[in-house]
């Protein structure tokens, strides 16, 4: 593998997040079916990926130097 990605990009991390999210919520007598565990991680990407585009247009726009192709190399 030599394609690199932040690891809150992972669809695999957050597949495992919500699976001890759903192991805990056991606990107390909840139960998330793994059909319903899936939709979860598919909405915590589209969610993280649309507020990672709003924040790059905020970032652009608030900025205070203009971007400059081939600069600072």
Do not use: C
């Not at 990926?49 to 081939?70: N, Q």
């Amino acid at each position: 593998m030599e394609d690199v990605k932040g690891i809150l990009q992972s669809k695999a991390v957050w597949g495992g997040l919500v699976a001890l999210m759903a192991g805990g919520a056991s606990i107390w007598g909840y139960t998330i079916s793994p059909e319903n565990q899936a939709h979860i991680v598919d909405l915590i990407t589209g969610i993280a990926g649309a507020f990672g585009g709003l924040l790059a247009v905020y970032g652009r726009i608030a900025a205070t130097k203009k971007v400059e192709l081939g600069g600072g190399f």
